[in-house]
């Protein structure tokens, strides 16, 4: 291999397929010298006008060659032929005037040379390599455990797993996390769920279901969800109640930034879970310019053609041959630098992206709500002002944080809007659309309490780990926020009022409908916030 040799880099990479290609035949433009009016803006010297087939195979005499031709038969149809093998092959020619690109298939290009070369690239692979195309196609030939992609997602699921994390007083932002360690690319804390509270039975289901006398149905009072230790403790709420359950992490030393802690017990396995649920590949057809990037993960082999010569994941930056692609597993291993956005998006690909159990988002501005706005009037009801939220929102997409301290802004329905709009954005709603329908039917059943309660509980565990971890974390402070309804006039009723919506969407779009349904999802969403200990303990 000689000095400067672009592939000295990629050793390990199969190289027949990239030789093959530059063997391949280049375009050689037949050129018409006689005047046609009839030719298209678009189309040059090598337009012929209408000409038979016979007559192009005269003029295309060695491979490579190529010329266009209007059909007899229908006129304004164009047919590009091109030689190849002692052979003339005919398509039909397409112009996009929009785009202003020529394609044949599904790729477009600026001009007809390109297109051509193209074409003579990919018949001269498949000419001298159909063992290779075959195996392609039977998914014969792959060294995807041995790919780069999986030795950085293994080794990223190692250090992750085993590795303790830096947590202060404060939740840390993605970027704050990554800057704390040049080892990982993308760091992140684990962040301490909702505590683990013990099993109480539930006192009510909701204010809105009728025709059940709780006071008389003999059922206790449900203990109060203990505080988070992540939470600011002065707003009044009561100390949390003794357990006998494990504590959710392990102190050991003070680190530079606040205390060290090693996630354990039910905790990690959450984290774990998240980490490890599945999620497909977000593949798209991309043209790769540089050398080093036309290389298929999944077989090694080189991605022929001059463009879109295979897909590439916008969520983990995994590049692939099309037909490879195909074959994949579901493991993708998101990265903030392939996202570069933190509303949005799949929770699950964010969760697995930014390292954490709960949106930092979420934490941040939950946090900082408990902070200082627990006893303002009308909290969630009153909307902030938008350029406010737009310019939280745009802080937290390009800059991976946002300062949303009583010094930066001072109005605190500007950061329940922010919360708000998190949720709103999502793809997927909190709630699944698969969970949906589940949940609503709990609320309309005439059962006895305790049993609507099992089935919004049984309901919920079918969602993805990142929904339910997420849920329960903003469940959970909604039913303090509603503990302090004397203060903020916002009761449980309210607060579902709000929420349901943001959290919850119908799979119908029927607007009658939804005007009915929206008050079963309110009811649903009360009935968490009331009975959060009894549905989300497992």
Not at 5 to 14: E, G, R, V
Not at 166 to 189: D, E, F, N, W, Y
Not at 259 to 285: C, L, Y
Request: proline share 7%; net charge neutral; charged share 20%.
């Amino acid at each position: 291999m000689q000095p400067g040799d672009p592939l000295a880099a990629i050793q390990q990479w199969k190289r027949d397929i990239y030789y093959i290609q530059l063997q391949a035949p280049k375009p050689k433009k037949i050129e018409c010298h006689i005047d046609i009016p009839s030719r298209p803006i678009f189309y040059g010297k090598e337009f012929h006008g209408e000409i038979s087939r016979h007559e192009a195979d005269e003029l295309l005499l060695s491979d490579g060659c190529y010329l266009v031709r209007e059909s007899q038969r229908n006129p304004g149809c164009y047919t590009l032929a091109i030689r190849f093998e002692n052979a003339t092959k005919n398509y039909k020619l397409y112009y996009d005037v929009n785009l202003q690109q020529h394609y044949v298939g599904d790729k477009y290009f600026d001009n007809l040379d390109d297109l051509v070369a193209d074409g003579l690239i990919c018949f001269y692979v498949h000419l001298k390599a159909p063992g290779y195309i075959a195996s392609m196609n039977t998914g014969d030939e792959s060294h995807y455990d041995e790919s780069p992609y999986m030795r950085y997602r293994n080794d990223m699921m190692t250090r992750r797993t085993n590795r303790p994390t830096l947590v202060g007083t404060r939740s840390q932002s993605p970027a704050a996390q990554a800057s704390a360690s040049s080892q990982l690319s993308h760091q992140s804390t684990f962040h301490q769920s909702p505590p683990s509270l013990p099993t109480q039975p539930p006192h009510r289901l909701s204010s809105q279901l009728p025709g059940r006398n709780l006071a008389t149905a003999g059922i206790a009072t449900p203990v109060l969800p203990p505080r988070s230790s992540v939470f600011n403790s002065s707003v009044g709420v009561p100390p949390p109640t003794p357990t006998t359950e494990p504590p959710a992490r392990r102190l050991s030393s003070d680190g530079p930034d606040g205390p060290r802690f090693i996630p354990s017990g039910k905790q990690a396995g959450d984290w774990m879970d998240i980490m490890q649920q599945e999620k497909t590949h977000n593949f798209k057809t991309t043209t790769f310019k540089s050398l080093a990037n036309c290389w298929c993960e999944f077989c090694f082999h080189f991605m022929w053609g001059l463009i879109q010569q295979g897909v590439e994941c916008q969520d983990c930056g995994f590049r692939a041959h099309k037909k490879c692609s195909e074959k994949l597993p579901n493991d993708c291993m998101p990265t903030m630098k392939k996202l570069k956005r933190m509303f949005g998006l799949d929770l699950t690909t964010l969760l697995k992206a930014t390292n954490k159990s709960i949106p930092y988002v979420v934490e941040k501005c939950i946090e900082e709500i408990e902070n200082r706005g627990m006893h303002y009037e009308g909290l969630y009801r009153v909307a902030g002002f938008h350029d406010h939220i737009e310019e939280i929102r745009k802080a937290f997409d390009l800059d991976g944080d946002a300062d949303i301290t009583e010094h930066g802004y001072e109005d605190i329905a500007t950061i329940t809007s922010v919360l708000k709009l998190f949720f709103r954005q999502l793809p997927v709603p909190l709630i699944t659309f698969e969970v949906y329908p589940k949940l609503t039917a709990a609320v309309t059943n005439e059962s006895l309490i305790r049993d609507v309660l099992v089935e919004l509980k049984s309901a919920l565990i079918l969602l993805p780990t990142s929904h339910f971890q997420t849920l329960k974390y903003l469940i959970c402070h909604l039913n303090r926020v509603s503990q302090l309804q004397n203060q903020n006039m916002m009761s449980a009723e309210n607060l579902s009022i709000i929420f349901a919506p943001t959290i919850l969407q119908s799979p119908q779009s029927d607007p009658i409908s939804a005007m009915t349904i929206g008050k079963v999802e309110a009811r649903a969403i009360e009935a968490l916030i009331v009975n959060y200990s009894f549905i989300f303990e497992r």
